[in-house]
């Protein structure tokens, strides 16, 4: 009982967020395969990220589909299968019709530079999601003209209907 008292009493001061342990974990691994693999390894890695994303964004449109919805961006974040909202903070804006979101905080982003694994993170977001939104429905086009993991101190993600 006193655990008990003692864990309700710290709460989750002392935890890590569910998702910034997949980060590590995937840092971890990855540093080991191109450490072992080089170039080869990392782009095993970058394509297992692809068919990951391409996986996630198939079971999405399965969903939408099953649901009897179209295949269109609003459906794609209503439908979504990551509460995205939980581990980063952005308000989307219609710029130019098109959907912009930026993110100046990221779990998986803050776990990966925790560990100083940057160079290993950042793999899995050169890829993941320009995948999930082909998989999606590939006539939706991301733009990312900045990465927090990348180049910059933001992500901006640009969501664009071929053919507006």
Not at 140 to 154: A, F, N, Q, V, Y
Request: aromatic content about 10%; hydrophobic content about 35%; proline content about 2%.
């Amino acid at each position: 009982m006193e655990v008990l008292s003692a864990q309700r009493e710290v709460g989750n001061k002392y935890k890590t967020h569910f998702f910034a342990m997949f980060a590590q974990l995937l840092c971890t691994v990855t540093e080991e395969v191109v450490k072992k693999f080089g170039q080869e390894g990392r782009d095993v890695i970058a394509d297992s990220i692809k068919k990951y994303g391409l996986e996630r964004g198939k079971r999405i449109a399965e969903l939408v589909k099953s649901l009897e919805k179209d295949l269109n961006l609003k459906n794609f974040f209503i439908y979504g299968d990551l509460d995205s909202r939980s581990i980063l903070k952005y308000k989307p804006k219609i710029v130019d019709g098109n959907v912009e979101i930026i993110v100046r905080d990221c779990i998986y982003c803050n776990a990966c530079k925790e560990w100083g694994k940057e160079d290993y993170g950042k793999i899995y977001c050169e890829y993941v999601d320009h995948a999930i939104l082909e998989g999606y429905n590939p006539d939706l086009i991301l733009e990312l003209p900045s990465r927090m993991m990348l180049d910059g101190k933001k992500c901006h993600f640009r969501y664009i209907v071929k053919g507006k």
